[in-house]
């Protein structure tokens, strides 16, 4: 069972460079999230869905486009790619829409932006 | 809004040491609660959660009570092993915009040490 995947792990970019982020769950489920790590600062949402076909804006959404084409897949692009975004980006999904939802999380894709 | 405040570390323990790590948070109504545990170069995955005051989450060793009227949810572990070496996020959920929002407190790295 390989839960959530994220591809690539690490990554590289200049400043205005444009990529896409690939997460992956096989476990069925209809929300899918991404948020993005940063020192000293927890993990903040970026998007999110609740189902195939919808996005939403999370708490930091500036700068980042989603997809959710598939149930299976949720897709964080990045048009122009800045300094500022230079972080940690993980992919979560969960399937019960209450407040008890435990959200499974992907090993994460380490960006750098020079 | 909500929020969660937890201890800041590093926290560095010898092994077999007893183990706490401070959690407050703020939020209206009844969230859960959550202990979310990211090992070196992995993703978070989910260590214990409390649905409702009182509760109390248990895993491997580690327990955290939801204390509504300090509105507190400290973890804690009566034996560390070098294994808990890792980075422990205190989050609460709340209903928001028909999905379940994660609020994260800011990480407390724990190094455990032989």
């Known amino acids: 069972n390989a839960g959530v995947t994220q591809t690539p792990k690490f990554r590289v970019l200049k400043t205005g460079q444009s990529m896409t982020l690939l997460c992956a769950q096989d476990?069925?489920?209809?929300?899918m999230y991404w948020y993005r790590q940063d020192p000293g600062m927890g993990l903040r949402l970026i998007h999110y869905?609740?189902?195939?076909?919808?996005?939403a804006k999370g708490e930091v959404p500036d700068g980042y486009n989603v997809s959710r084409l598939k149930k299976q897949n949720f897709l964080l692009g990045l048009e122009s790619a800045a300094p500022s975004q230079t972080s940690v980006y993980f992919c979560?999904?969960?399937?019960?829409?209450?407040?008890?939802?435990?959200?499974?999380f992907g090993p994460g894709t380490r960006l750098t932006v020079l | 809004g909500n929020s969660v405040t937890q201890m800041e570390g590093p926290v560095t323990l010898s092994e077999e040491a007893f183990l706490t790590i401070n959690c407050t948070y703020t939020?209206?109504?009844?969230?859960?609660l959550f202990w979310y545990v990211q090992y070196p170069g992995e993703g978070l995955q989910l260590l214990l959660k409390?649905?409702?005051?009182?509760d109390k989450g248990s895993n491997k060793g580690f327990e955290a009570t939801y204390r509504k009227e300090t509105t507190s949810f400290h973890l804690e572990k009566g034996s560390v092993q070098v294994s808990d070496s890792a980075v422990y996020f205190c989050?609460?959920?709340?209903?928001?915009?028909?999905?379940?929002?994660?609020?994260f407190g800011a990480g407390t790295r724990l190094a455990v040490h032989p």
């Open positions: 409390a649905t409702k005051a009182d």
């Open positions: 476990m069925n489920h209809e929300y």
């Open positions: 989050a609460l959920s709340e209903r928001s915009g028909g999905y379940n929002k994660l609020i």
């Open positions: 869905s609740v189902g195939e076909g919808t996005t």
């Open positions: 979560a999904s969960s399937s019960d829409p209450t407040p008890a939802d435990t959200q499974y």
């Open positions: 939020a209206t109504g009844y969230p859960s």
